[in-house]
């Protein structure tokens, strides 16, 4: 996301859900956009796991809550955390910020340990918290900093890095010092102190910093990340980690973070395993996506997916995501170019389709694109998100990403042999579920037992969220809020097309991190 589309603009486009009066919607724009839970360590057991429970903190109508970090794709389609060194001793890693929950527990750093609370983030690989030596941000006056001059086991590195957001950034210098988490005691663990961080988000986060346990593929600079090392110490019996997140929201905990292991406690039956496809975030194949008993088709041939302990939404491409929210009622932004399009262009539109021009062809024809290479109409409608949140101002822009979902929905249609009108009622209805600039969509909370439940196929088994399990509620009685767990978001190729499995999924089925076999297993959790 460019720096233009940060906090501000995204409490900004929160606004355009029409169903809800103005003071509920200043209710959504808080709890929606920034949802927050907590997380605290207990020490290890005597069954060889080492535990962090998780519990939750009641969520603050009043308050405005941290936006989570969320890792998005690079503009050089390298990793979606993509390394853009500026300088030789300079690594920047490029995040993004959406509506996600933060759950975060406590490590201890250095000789004796300096306490900190850390998101444990399975979408990337570094450990960072603030410096003593951060005396210019905001930020740091509110948090726990860390003070190498009280630590026995500090080691100098000195190498700077920084950590760059949508709505600010993170920077300072490596360190080496020991890390405690539950029991254990990391030795010799390289880590950022943040020297400056410049963004609204940080103040108000309920968290320190983030402990990264994504691939090392992906670590800034190559740092060895925590659970790398966690296993060259031979701390942990087997090379495996495992979540299980507790979604009853009226429970004490949160949920357990288990290294080494899994607890059978935490779920039912036998876990389903997939392979990696590619190390970096934990990265797998999804087989097909069906909405209700009917596949969207999007999967034919297989979709990338990760699964990432920080995010709390299920994440996908704009075109499927906008059909689900459709199907479910949610409404987002009611895009004015998109009806403005089908208004002005639908009919050109259509009779090219319907002659045979090339879908990546049409937008171009009737001077709605510029010419963009030999990139494909799919890989432009894979893009449609990012270019609408970096260039929300720049009109043809917008109208060109706009010509480009309608041609991907009317091709779609046209292979049902629906008639014109139906074919332009149907997309005249999808524009009107187009998420917002964020991605947020609103749901009305009495419909959920007419929704239908969507599925997901992974490892030739089916996995289902029913209404209820993907639908997010925040508030109680007349003020309940209601919002669609799925946000649409592009990664580009060569990375994307890319799904992202949050919290929405992590909470209703338990996940195994198996790197020794380097795999990811699911089974329902209890």
């Not at 720096?3 to 003071?23: I, P």
């Not at 593929?217 to 790398?228: A, F, L, N, T």
């Amino acid at each position: 996301m460019a720096a233009a589309t940060g906090l501000a603009n995204y409490l900004l486009f929160c606004y355009c859900t029409r169903e809800f009066s103005k003071m509920r919607l200043n209710h959504l724009l808080v709890t929606v956009c920034l949802l927050i839970s907590t997380r605290s360590l207990v020490p290890a057991s005597s069954d060889d796991l080492v535990r962090i429970g998780l519990k939750k903190r009641p969520l603050d109508l009043h308050g405005l809550k941290a936006a989570r970090m969320s890792r998005m794709r690079g503009k050089n389609g390298k990793s979606l955390n993509a390394l853009h060194p500026h300088d030789s001793d300079v690594d920047i890693i490029s995040l993004k910020n959406y509506m996600d929950a933060q759950y975060y527990g406590e490590i201890g750093i250095g000789s004796p340990p300096q306490k900190f609370t850390v998101i444990f983030d399975t979408g990337s690989s570094n450990l960072w918290v603030p410096s003593s030596k951060c005396i210019l941000s905001i930020a740091c006056l509110f948090h726990h900093k860390y003070k190498h001059t009280k630590s026995k086991s500090y080691e100098e590195n000195g190498n700077s890095c920084a950590i760059h957001y949508g709505s600010g950034s993170v920077s300072g210098i490596l360190s080496q010092d020991n890390v405690k988490v539950g029991d254990l005691v990391v030795e010799k663990q390289v880590f950022m102190e943040a020297t400056k961080e410049g963004s609204l988000t940080f103040v108000v986060a309920h968290f320190d910093g983030i402990l990264g346990l994504g691939f090392q593929e992906i670590s800034v600079g190559d740092v060895v990340p925590v659970w790398y090392n966690m296993l060259e110490q031979g701390l942990v019996k087997e090379k495996v980690f495992s979540f299980w997140l507790n979604r009853n929201t009226d429970a004490k905990d949160g949920g357990e973070l288990v290294f080494g292991g899994v607890d059978p406690n935490h779920f039912k039956g036998k876990h389903t395993y997939v392979p990696i496809t590619q190390k970096g975030y934990w990265q797998f194949e999804m087989e097909d996506f069906m909405i209700g008993n009917h596949s969207t088709g999007y999967c034919k041939g297989g979709c990338a997916a990760i699964v990432d302990s920080g995010t709390s939404l299920l994440a996908g491409p704009t075109g499927v995501i906008t059909q689900v929210n459709h199907a479910i009622g949610a409404e987002g932004v009611v895009s004015i170019e998109c009806k403005q399009v089908i208004s002005d262009y639908g009919e050109q539109i259509w009779d090219l389709l319907v002659a045979g021009v090339q879908p990546d062809k049409v937008c171009l024809q009737i001077s709605l694109c510029a010419p963009k290479g030999d990139r494909s109409a799919s890989a432009n409608i894979k893009q449609v998100v990012e270019e609408n949140k970096e260039h929300i101002s720049a009109g043809d822009d917008l109208v060109c990403t706009a010509c480009e979902l309608l041609v991907y929905w009317v091709r779609n249609q046209l292979k049902e042999k629906d008639t014109k009108d139906q074919v332009f009622d149907y997309v005249n209805q999808l524009c009107e579920s187009l998420p917002s600039p964020m991605g947020e969509s609103a749901i009305d909370c009495n419909a959920l037992s007419k929704m239908p439940n969507v599925t997901f196929t992974i490892g030739s088994k089916n996995f289902t969220l029913t209404p209820e399990q993907y639908v997010l509620k925040t508030g109680e009685g007349p003020a309940t809020l209601c919002v669609s767990g799925f946000i649409a978001l592009d990664v580009p190729p060569p990375r994307g097309p890319l799904w992202i499995f949050g919290d929405v999924f992590m909470g209703v089925y338990h996940t195994v991190f198996d790197y020794g076999n380097v795999q990811l297993g699911f089974a329902e959790a209890t």
